[in-house]
């Protein structure tokens, strides 16, 4: 028992230096480092486009609503229909 706690202890002790890479542990000039900052680059900006073209499609949602609306709206009532009316008594 005692043997796997060490075992463990020296495991959790040396990992940091084992698992570095280059691009982690590596110099800032690298060609690894310059291709990971450019990969993530490109996915931020696929990122943003699909966010702005969700912008895009509720707004144009919206000025297409508002152009119904008013579309709906310029039909005017010639006559309203008024109860008074059939029963012969005047309008007021």
């Known amino acids: 028992m005692k043997t796997r706690i060490a075992a463990l202890a020296l495991l959790l002790l040396t990992t940091q230096t084992?698992?570095?890479?280059?691009?982690?542990?590596g110099s800032p000039d690298d060609p690894m480092v310059k291709g990971v900052n450019s990969g993530i680059w490109v996915l931020l900006g696929l990122v943003g486009f699909v966010q702005i073209g969700f912008v895009a499609m509720f707004w144009s949602f919206w000025r297409n609503g508002r152009e119904h609306r008013r579309f709906r709206e310029s039909f005017r009532v010639i006559h309203q229909f008024d109860p008074r009316l059939e029963k012969g008594e005047p309008h007021a």
């Open 18 to 25: 084992l698992a570095a890479c280059p691009v982690c542990w």
